[in-house]
T-cell receptor, first 114, second 115 residues
C-alpha cells in the first residue's frame, strides 16, 4: 500500500490567497483526520471524518478553514483567505474501525503564508 | 479530562546508552496507548501500541514500553541508543472527549544522540 498521500508537499502563498491541501487515505480506512503542527502549539487535531461524514470539527480554528470529503479516497482542507499565522505543517492521517485506533500519517504539507 | 504529559521536551543521551522517554496519562477508562516517532520533515510513524493484554509492549527499532496502571505511565525505553534514533517522540492516548473519540497527543520529546 502506498500509505497516506498528501499534496502538495510544500506550498508558499501570499496572504489573502486561497489554499487547498489534498489527501488520499489508505484504501479501506474509514476514518480520516486533519492535523496542524506548529512549534508553538504542537500537534492539533482540526477535524475528522467517518465514512466521509465530518464527526468533530471543534479544532477548526475559524471560518476561514473548511474541509470536505466527497468520497472515501479523497479529502481537502481549504483556507480562504490565508493569513501568515496559518503557516504550519498540515498532516492528514487515516485509521480503520475506530477513531481511537492507530493512525497512519501522511508526509505532511508545509504551508508558508507570506 | 483525559490528557498526556511527556516529561522533558529534550532528552540527550550518548550513543549506546539507555533511552528513557517518560509519558504519563490521565484517563477515566482503560486506555489505548501509543508511541509515535517523527523524523525530520516526515509524518508521524507508529512505534508501538498498548490495547489490552501483556503490559510490556515491543515495537519497531528495538523500542519497548510498559503500561503501568498504578502509575498511569507508559514510558518508552531502548537499551542502547543509535544515532539513527534521533527524532521527536510523541506519546498518545485514545480518549473520549467532547462527544467523540480521538487520539490525544503529548507535546513531544526530542531525542538527541551524542556520538
Amino acid at each position: 500500500d502506498a500509505g497516506v498521500i498528501q499534496s502538495p508537499r510544500h506550498e508558499v502563498t501570499e496572504m489573502g490567497q486561497e489554499v487547498t491541501l489534498r489527501c488520499k487515505p489508505i484504501s479501506g480506512h474509514d476514518y480520516l483526520f486533519w492535523y496542524r503542527q506548529t512549534m508553538m502549539r504542537g500537534l492539533e487535531l482540526l477535524i475528522y471524518f467517518n465514512n466521509n461524514v465530518p464527526i468533530d470539527d471543534s479544532g477548526m480554528p475559524e471560518d476561514r478553514f473548511s474541509a470536505k470529503m466527497p468520497n472515501a479516497s479523497f479529502s481537502t482542507l481549504k483556507i480562504q483567505p490565508s493569513e501568515p499565522r496559518d503557516s504550519a505543517v498540515y498532516f492528514c492521517a487515516s485509521s480503520q474501525g475506530h477513531p481511537g485506533n492507530e493512525q497512519f500519517f501522511g508526509p505532511g504539507t508545509r504551508l508558508t503564508v507570506l | 479530562a483525559q490528557s498526556v504529559t511527556q516529561l522533558g521536551s529534550h532528552v540527550s543521551v550518548s550513543e549506546g546508552a539507555l533511552v528513557l522517554l517518560r509519558c504519563n496519562y490521565s484517563s477515566s477508562v482503560p486506555p489505548y496507548l501509543f508511541w509515535y516517532v517523527q523524523y525530520p520533515n516526515q509524518g508521524l510513524q507508529l512505534l508501538l501500541k498498548y490495547t489490552t493484554g501483556a503490559t510490556l509492549v515491543k515495537g519497531i527499532n528495538g523500542f519497548e514500553a510498559e503500561f503501568k496502571k498504578s502509575e498511569t505511565s507508559f514510558h518508552l525505553t531502548k537499551p542502547s541508543a543509535h544515532m539513527s534514533d534521533a527524532a521527536e517522540y510523541f506519546c498518545a492516548v485514545s480518549a473520549f472527549m467532547d462527544s467523540s473519540y480521538k487520539l490525544i497527543f503529548g507535546s513531544g520529546t526530542r531525542l538527541l544522540v551524542r556520538p
